[in-house]
Every structure is written in structure tokens, then in C-alpha cells.
């Protein structure tokens, strides 16, 4: 069974289609069992920004063909792992499916916890690996914005300007990744 990551921002134009493309495309070239999606919080329907695409380079046909989509609650209940790229958009996963609070973090958040704690063991469930990764959270922990934790939204930045952020962005989930590297044998 696949360990599903579900990747919310904004827009879903820029960062989390960039991250979904990024994770899907390293997770087959590590023979990882991993499945990431992506979606916003605005309207639905639009393409990827062509400066994220040009940020891809040639991860970029993972998602050349995907179209904005909502934050909708059977998508997050079905995910494993939702990671925002801004507090505020774990916010809206914990409103719309407050369920899911255990295992919504924003990208730098997981990271950071995660790598606070020995990746999973062959031993463990999922679960009880997130349950040390998410321990002491509180949902107040989300107020504001935060450097720490947010990632920069590139809507109107450079083309030189969203590639750093994609830079920012791979270099997250590569650490990701390495945290995850045994999780599929420990999905439920």
C-alpha cells in the first residue's frame, strides 16, 4: 500500500504542485512507494504557472498537465501525510477535516520534528511514528505566520525568484524523503 503525501497552498499553482512533482518524480527514482497529490485553497481549474514548470526543469511533466484543485475533506482523510506550505493552509485542513490535525504539518515543521527523532523503524506503524513526531503540537502553535514555517508564496516573484523557491522546496523533501524511506512498509 502507498503512503499518500497531500501538498496544500494556496494557489495549488506554484509550491504545492512543485513540491507533488518533486516527491513523485524522486520517490520512483528511490523505488519508494509514495503517491503525492496537491491542492489550494483558491479556485479550481487553473494551470501550473509556467515559471513553476521552468523552475521543474525536467520534473516539470509530472505535473505539465494539472489543473488546480480544491481542498476537499475525502482527500485529506485518505492521506497519510499533509503538509502545507504556510500555517495557514494547515489551518484549513484542520477546520475542514479536523481528524486529520495529527498528521498535518507545514513542509519546514515535518522536517524539522521529523528529523528531531529517529526515522521510522521496521517495528513501528506509521501512526505511532507520527504520534512521536507531532507530540507537543498544539493547534495555537499555528497562530500568525512564521519564518520557521512558512514558505515563500512566489504568485509574483521572478522567474529567478521561483526557482529559489523550488530549490527551497526540494531541498525539504529530499530530508523528507530520507525521514520516510522504511514508511511504506508501515503503512496501516
Same mark, same amino acid.
Given at each position: 500500500?502507498?503512503?499518500?503525501?497531500?501538498?496544500?497552498?494556496?494557489?495549488? %499553482?506554484?509550491?504545492?504542485?512543485?513540491?507533488?512533482?518533486? !516527491?513523485?518524480?524522486?520517490?520512483?527514482?528511490?523505488?519508494?512507494?509514495?503517491?503525492? /497529490? $496537491?491542492?489550494?485553497?483558491?479556485?479550481?481549474?487553473?494551470?501550473?504557472?509556467?515559471?513553476?514548470?521552468?523552475?521543474?526543469?525536467?520534473?516539470?511533466?509530472?505535473?505539465?498537465?494539472?489543473? $488546480?484543485?480544491?481542498?476537499?475533506?475525502?482527500?485529506?482523510?485518505?492521506?497519510?501525510?499533509?503538509?502545507?506550505?504556510?500555517?495557514?493552509?494547515? /489551518?484549513?485542513?484542520?477546520?475542514?477535516?479536523?481528524?486529520?490535525? !495529527?498528521?498535518?504539518? !507545514?513542509?519546514?515543521?515535518?522536517?524539522?520534528?521529523?528529523?528531531?527523532?529517529?526515522?521510522?523503524?521496521?517495528?513501528?506503524?506509521? $501512526?505511532?511514528?507520527?504520534?512521536?513526531?507531532?507530540?507537543?503540537?498544539?493547534?495555537?502553535?499555528?497562530?500568525?505566520?512564521s519564518t520557521e514555517d512558512d514558505l515563500d508564496?512566489?504568485?509574483?516573484?521572478?522567474?529567478?525568484?521561483v526557482k529559489n523557491v523550488a530549490k527551497e522546496?526540494?531541498?525539504?523533501?529530499?530530508?523528507?524523503?530520507? #525521514? %520516510? #524511506?522504511?514508511?511504506? /512498509?508501515?503503512?496501516?
Amino acid at each position: 500500500m502507498s503512503l499518500n503525501i497531500l501538498y496544500v497552498c494556496t494557489g495549488n %499553482l506554484y509550491r504545492s504542485p512543485m513540491a507533488e512533482a518533486m !516527491t513523485n518524480f524522486r520517490a520512483r527514482e528511490l523505488k519508494m512507494d509514495i503517491v503525492a /497529490r $496537491s491542492v489550494g485553497m483558491a479556485k479550481s481549474g487553473e494551470p501550473v504557472s509556467k515559471r513553476a514548470l521552468d523552475a521543474l526543469g525536467p520534473m516539470s511533466n509530472e505535473v505539465a498537465q494539472h489543473r $488546480s484543485q480544491p481542498i476537499l475533506a475525502e482527500w485529506l482523510e485518505e492521506s497519510d501525510l499533509i503538509l502545507g506550505m504556510e500555517r495557514v493552509h494547515v /489551518r484549513e485542513v484542520a477546520v475542514t477535516a479536523p481528524g486529520t490535525w !495529527t498528521r498535518a504539518f !507545514t513542509l519546514k515543521e515535518f522536517v524539522r520534528r521529523s528529523e528531531s527523532f529517529d526515522p521510522p523503524s521496521a517495528e513501528q506503524t506509521f $501512526s505511532e511514528w507520527m504520534a512521536f513526531v507531532g507530540q507537543g503540537r498544539v493547534r495555537q502553535d499555528l497562530l500568525g505566520s512564521s519564518t520557521e514555517d512558512d514558505l515563500d508564496d512566489p504568485v509574483n516573484m521572478s522567474a529567478g525568484e521561483v526557482k529559489n523557491v523550488a530549490k527551497e522546496i526540494r531541498q525539504l523533501i529530499e530530508r523528507v524523503l530520507v #525521514q %520516510l #524511506q522504511s514508511a511504506p /512498509r508501515m503503512i496501516k
